[in-house]
């Protein structure tokens, strides 16, 4: 993978640093300047240059710049490979050298240079290729430091020639600019993905190709224990995939169960960032091999079948133990607890006597659930006679919940009753309290009620010996729990004039039960957060009004109630059909616009004896305060403000004009600090 993303890279340095060899001059070569954190980069060659060891004839690279497009260039740089140490460590610095001398395998600085001068071409150097400081070393780019100081939204231009071997300078140039201070195409990315073992972790990010063209390194920040971020010394590369996306990940050897926080922020090539990712937060542990059950032991007693294991190792990462049920060993098992960590014992009461219970443990982790158990067990709860079933069995609502009452069972064997729910009639029932004893009532308030539902109950007596009796008669009942229908998302439209066109997606393909819809409107955004109630409750909250005066059962609406010029801040909400309104949803904002004014549609003009006279319809439009009449000659190309009427004055003369002269004229509607185009020319020629 990291030579598949080297390539990439490499690819990428090259076509920045392409040249032309056949141009004279070639414009606004892609990437040729770039505006980076140091001033503006010209890429000037792929290799350093120098008369020792010369490219295609050339010994160096001149630099040109002018500030204004319209300017001559004038040289302010020429750029060769380094001729002494002491210029070698000016541009690298002592940090930097002892770096290349490790990846050139040279014991001195005077090593290091008689290597560099030798082996000029970037991409003999492997990934330190990328390193813009190498750029600088090598004299294959140029930093305009000056820049810096520059206001920000200058634009630059660059001109880039070669001095030849014979001491002239190349005919081929190349030219391009940028602008100081601008930003990368870059989009922050998302994490998708984590890698988690005992020593090492990765995570990765994407973002889509389109939107983040000049993304191709990241810069990666991990969280300290007093939780701050810094960034790491590595830089790890975007990878371009076949789905459009460039993909960062980033692996490190870690110590086991410690967790490690990271973020990123994407560059381009010459360390401009972007904007950061989220945070993505890794644990070095195996999930998948994660400590066992010891012996789990199931045991039948009067109470239930209890059931005892060996305590589990505590660790931060496990959470809690999930006990599953099932009366088939194979399949359709249910979650029935999850217990804390540090448990070693559970009871289960809520048994049908002489029935086997196959058990199931898994441990619970920060992750997602492992789905092979951790450990196994069975048991059977036995049974002779069964006692009589219940009898009287009646049910009311209660708070949210269901009240069940019925009348006792005369069984001197008796040992307790269990209620069953279903949602039908025809429906299997399921025992859904544990065993109940002393009292003939039960309390359902199970999270799972929903107060859509109809619910089937039903109760049964078991004795002593744990023989189960018939089921009692049963009762339907709903709760009141009031469900919410979903808000609605993601309200579209646009604003004319006149109105505001509102429309949202259907919810019903969310909820069937939902049969319309309420709009509220406000004239100032929302600057509270409403309580969590119905969202006439929080519209009300919140500064809003009702629009609708009867329920919208489109997924459209129009509101005609508006002034132009005005922003409205609307927001929705679903009704079902038991009347239950959803929150609020999102708002969204719309401005109609005033109406432009529009010129007279009729004028007309007549010569007459002191002169011409123009006659006009009257307007009769809002903001409308008066006329502004034009005139021109055929030798004028602009008509010239001859004059100007009150709004009910439609009748204008002119008597500037000259026997036997040819003009045209025409006529605006003027407002306040608005006016209108001129209305059609009408020409005459005056005959006095």
């Known amino acids: 993978m990291k030579f598949l993303q080297f390539t990439s890279a490499w690819v990428l340095l090259m076509l920045l640093l392409q040249v032309d060899a056949e141009a004279q001059i070639n414009q606004n070569p892609e990437n ?51 001729e002494t140490v002491e210029e070698l460590n000016e541009r690298a610095g002592q940090v930097f050298i002892d770096r290349l001398m490790e990846e050139t395998d040279t014991s001195s600085e005077e090593e290091l240079l008689n290597f560099i001068r030798s082996n000029s071409a970037l ?32 634009q ?66 991990q969280q300290t224990d007093e939780g701050e971020f810094t960034m790491l010394e590595e830089r790890i590369m975007g990878r371009r995939n076949a789905d459009s996306l460039i993909v960062y990940q980033y692996e490190k050897a870690a110590e086991p169960e ?37 012996e789990i032991t199931a045991k039948d007693t009067t109470s239930g079948i209890h059931l005892f294991w060996e305590q589990i190792p505590q660790k931060p990462y496990l959470t809690g133990i999930e006990i599953q049920r099932s009366r088939d060993a194979r399949q ?39 789905e092979l158990p951790s450990g196994v067990a ?12 219940p009898s009287g069995l009646t049910a009311e609502q209660e708070e949210q919940g269901i009240r069940l009452n019925w009348d006792s069972v005369e069984e001197p064997n008796l040992y307790a009753y269990y209620v069953y729910r ?109 309580d969590s109630a119905a969202a006439s409750i929080q519209a009300e909250q919140a500064g809003f009004e009702q629009v609708n005066d009867s329920l919208i059962t489109t997924t459209s609406c129009d509101d005609i109630d508006i002034e132009s010029g005005k922003t409205y801040y609307y927001s929705l909400s679903s009704v079902d059909i038991f009347d239950v309104e959803s929150l609020m949803s999102n708002t969204a904002s719309f401005a109609p616009s005033a109406p432009a004014l529009r010129p007279p549609s009729r004028v007309s003009v007549r010569s007459v004896s002191t002169g011409v006279e123009l006659r006009w319809n009257k307007t009769l439009q809002d903001g409308a305060t008066g006329y502004r009449i034009y005139k021109r000659t ?31 004229y025409s006529v605006s509607v003027i407002g306040e600090n608005t006016e209108s185009e001129t209305s059609s020319e009408e020409s005459v020629r005056v005959d006095i």
Do not use: C
Request: no cysteine; glycine share 6%.
């Open 634 to 664: 055929p030798g004028e190309t602009e008509s010239t403000s001859i004059g100007m009427n009150d709004l009910d004055e439609t009748i204008f003369r002119d008597e500037n004009v000259s026997e036997g002269q040819l003009y045209w």
């Open 156 to 221: 630059v231009w660059y001109q880039v020639r070669y001095l030849m071997e014979d001491g002239t300078k190349s005919e081929e140039a190349f030219e391009g600019s940028d602008t100081v201070g601008s930003s990368p195409d870059i989009l922050a990315p998302q994490s998708i993905d984590r890698m988690e073992r005992d020593s090492l972790v990765s995570a990765s990010w994407e973002s889509p190709i389109e939107g983040s063209e000049d993304a191709y390194f990241a810069r990666v920040y």
């Open 422 to 530: 279903g949602t039908s009639r025809y429906d299997s029932l399921a025992v859904v309290s544990p065993s109940i004893q002393d009292t003939t009532t039960f309390f359902d308030n199970a999270e799972q009620l929903n107060g859509r539902t109809n619910y089937v109950y039903a109760v049964k007596a078991v004795s002593n010996n744990e023989l189960e009796s018939d089921l009692s008669n049963t009762v339907t009942i709903r709760p009141d729990r009031i469900v919410r229908p979903p808000a609605p998302v993601g309200i579209e439209g646009y604003a004319e004039q006149s109105r505001v066109r509102l429309f949202w997606s259907d919810q019903t393909e969310r909820d069937q039960a939902v049969q319309g819809y309420n709009l509220y409107r406000s004239d100032s955004p929302m600057e509270i957060t409403p």
């Open 123 to 154: 991409e003999l150097y492997g990934f330190i290729g990328l390193d813009p400081q190498l750029w600088r070393v090598l004299g294959t780019v140029y930093v305009d430091e000056e820049t810096q100081n520059f206001e920000q939204g200058q």
């Open 258 to 294: 410690n967790a490690y926080t990271f973020f990123i922020e994407p560059v381009d090539v010459v360390g401009n960032p972007g904007p950061h990712s989220d945070t993505l937060t890794v644990i070095s542990v195996d999930f998948e091999n994660l400590p066992l059950f010891g």
């Open 32 to 82: 040729l300047v770039n505006w980076s954190p140091d001033g503006m980069i010209v890429f000037a060659s792929d290799a350093g240059l120098s008369e020792g060891y010369p490219q295609s004839g050339r010994v160096a690279a001149v630099i040109y710049r002018k500030l204004n497009e319209d300017e001559e260039y004038e040289e302010i740089a020429q750029l060769q490979a380094p």
């Open 378 to 389: 069975s048991a059977s709860h036995e049974s002779t006679l069964p006692p009589s079933p």
């Open 332 to 370: 359709n098992f249910i979650v029935l607890d999850t217990l804390s960590i540090a448990a070693t014992e559970y009871l289960d009461t809520q048994l049908v006597p002489n029935r086997s219970y196959y058990y199931e443990f898994r441990v619970v982790t920060m992750r997602e659930r492992n």
